[in-house]
């Protein structure tokens, strides 16, 4: 292991300290659900992306619409809204909450054979809503998968991770 003062693990906090940073932890260390009744109500947003890898006539089957199953992209789209709605259900310690808005956006991208998603989840409440969009990437990309897995099952889903999120204390934060 380095000793030179640029090392990325020194800035890392101990196992200790993370511990007590971890919210869904109480003092003996036992999982439970955050406690937001005192948190003020407040607009939140949260942006999220990741994308699926394919072949080429992977990608053109989803552009033509000749799927067997139908519109990919559409079906999709439906799917990463409704596992944003459905996020409370799938991650035992999430609040579920009143979605004012969810926007699941493709970039069909021809020279990778990549189709880019990106979720938009909004709220007026007490907790934020990154979950919600992360929860959307994922299964919109899923639904690519199984739609298309009949002609190709070497695709890969990548890069998924939160953009930016908005509201509450902490105000912005972008990656």
Known sequence: MSTDSS??????????????????????????????????????????????????ETLAIIQSGT???GDVLGIARIAGIMAAKKTSDL??????L???RVAVDFDVRESDSTVQCTATVET????????EALTAVQIALLTIYDMCKAVDREMTIEKIRL??????????WTA
């Open 7 to 56: 090392d990325h693990s020194k800035n890392q906090p101990t196992e200790q300290q993370a511990a007590s940073q971890l919210t869904h932890f109480d003092q003996q260390g036992q999982a439970h659900m955050v406690d937001v009744g005192g948190k003020q109500a407040t607009h939140r947003v949260a942006v999220a992306t990741g994308e699926i890898r394919m072949r080429p």
């Open 91 to 96: 991650i035992p310690l999430c609040h579920p």
């Open 67 to 69: 799927a067997k199953k």
């Open 98 to 100: 009143a979605l004012t």
């Open 163 to 172: 953009l930016e999120k908005k509201g509450g204390k902490s105000k912005k």
């Open 124 to 131: 007026v409440g007490q907790t934020g809503v990154e979950m």
